[in-house]
């Protein structure tokens, strides 16, 4: 169980357009969804917090306007980058909080590779 | 401002060797620490959780333990394999009642292992 997907694993898209990236929880229900970014051999960086029916919360120096989010449902985030660069190439991964009881745990997508020429 | 060690940044060993591997963190308020197994180019694979009121925790061959108040927590892999080269990560989770989303992961920047046959 706690499977959580993502959608693209990889895209190649040129500057200035715009990509969707999806998150899913497959086998639970997740009213909160996390999108973190990580460049190579760096750490994971957490832009932005994913609640289902309201507004996104974005860590300080990420751009709520470049970084699209929504959380329609219960199972599903997504993150658009809007006029992507170069500079957006990196690896996105989501992960989505699983609540069984008092337990409160993160399960990871399995990443998508971002790179735009 | 939670910040996340990992040591060594990279470390290679002969397969059948037992290895150590260390995270430290500044802020000791923690609700608990998790590691973390992330595979080239794939999203991340949890270990090991311990809470903060735990000192270890035993998966296998693998052994977490956790000194909270000293701000440090050692993973520590027997009888390593080829299989378990990977980059591993630390992770911590915030106290409750620290201000802002209680479920924000900060992690370290990973400890690349290779075991050689």
């Known amino acids: 169980g706690a499977v959580v997907s993502q959608h693209p694993s990889w895209v190649i898209c040129k500057s200035g357009t715009s990509v969707k990236i999806e998150c899913r929880s497959l086998?639970?229900?997740?009213?909160?969804m996390f999108w973190y970014r990580q460049f190579p051999k760096q750490s994971l960086m957490l832009m932005a917090t994913?609640?289902?029916?309201?507004?996104?919360?974005?860590e300080q120096g990420v751009e709520k306007d470049k970084f699209l989010i929504n959380h329609a449902s219960l199972t599903l985030s997504t993150l658009t980058v809007t006029s992507a660069h170069p500079e957006d190439s990196s690896f996105y991964i989501c992960?989505?909080?699983?609540?069984?009881?008092?337990?409160?745990?993160?399960?990871f997508g399995p990443g998508t590779r971002l790179t735009v020429t | 401002k939670q910040e996340v060690t990992q040591i060594p940044a990279a470390l290679s060993v002969p397969e059948g060797e037992n290895l150590v591997l260390n995270c430290s963190f500044t802020?000791?308020?923690?609700?608990?620490l998790q590691w973390f197994r992330q595979d080239p180019g794939k999203g991340l694979t949890s270990l090991l959780l311990?809470?903060?009121?735990?000192r270890e925790q035993t998966s296998g061959r693998l052994n977490a333990s956790l000194d909270k108040s000293s701000g440090r927590s050692t993973l520590y892999i027997a009888a390593s394999q080829p299989g378990d080269s990977a980059t591993y990560l630390c992770?911590?989770?915030?106290?409750?009642?620290?201000?802002?989303?209680?479920?924000?992961?900060?992690f370290g920047k990973g400890t690349l292992l290779t075991v050689n046959p």
């Open positions: 992960s989505a909080l699983r609540r069984a009881g008092t337990q409160r745990e993160q399960y």
């Open positions: 086998d639970f229900q997740a009213t909160t």
């Open positions: 994913s609640n289902e029916g309201s507004k996104a919360t974005y």
């Open positions: 802020d000791s308020a923690i609700y608990n």
């Open positions: 311990i809470q903060s009121s735990q």
């Open positions: 992770a911590v989770r915030p106290a409750t009642n620290s201000g802002g989303s209680n479920y924000k992961l900060t």
